[in-house]
């Protein structure tokens, strides 16, 4: 090392091996929601800002992808749906491995008790259908650390 160097050797090894480290998958959005239109239209509305999504048709559905998909970096799920609905999937979310996701909910019908519960489960937001698209691409792309 010559004086005017500003890394030391084992810092300048500890770099380069920090840029020779492969780079992680690309994190993806998990949208669940039992209304195929829906996903496919919440789905589309980020693709066309390039975020990756993958699609649940039920809370089951999506708990199952959680567990194997470690790509999945955030969810946005509806409310109202069949055995696990919204809410049931946040909570088992919440006590699962994945405790920490950034969750946002999507719903067309809901009340102001849904909106308290999602609040204590420490859900990102609550937005409302019909969704404003800017501010839905605003908060995946905040929520994954991806440029604006």
Do not use: N, W, Y
């Not at 946040?90 to 009340?111: T, Y």
């Amino acid at each position: 090392m010559s004086d005017h160097d500003i890394l030391s050797d084992a810092e300048r090894e500890a770099l380069s091996a920090v840029m020779l480290e492969p780079d992680l998958p690309p994190q993806r959005v998990l949208v669940v929601d039992d209304d195929k239109d829906a996903r496919d239209l919440l789905s589309e509305m980020l693709a066309l800002d390039g975020i990756r999504c993958m699609t649940a048709a039920s809370g089951e559905t999506a708990l199952k992808m959680l567990e194997e998909k470690p790509s999945i970096g955030l969810v946005i799920t509806d409310l109202r749906m069949g055995h696990i609905d919204g809410l049931e999937l946040i909570r088992q979310v919440r006590e699962s491995v994945r405790a920490a996701m950034p969750i946002i909910i999507v719903s067309g019908d809901a009340d102001v008790k849904d909106a308290i519960a999602a609040m204590h489960l420490s859900v990102v937001d609550f937005l409302l259908k019909p969704i404003d698209p800017g501010k839905l691409v605003g908060l995946v792309k905040h929520e994954l650390g991806m440029a604006p």
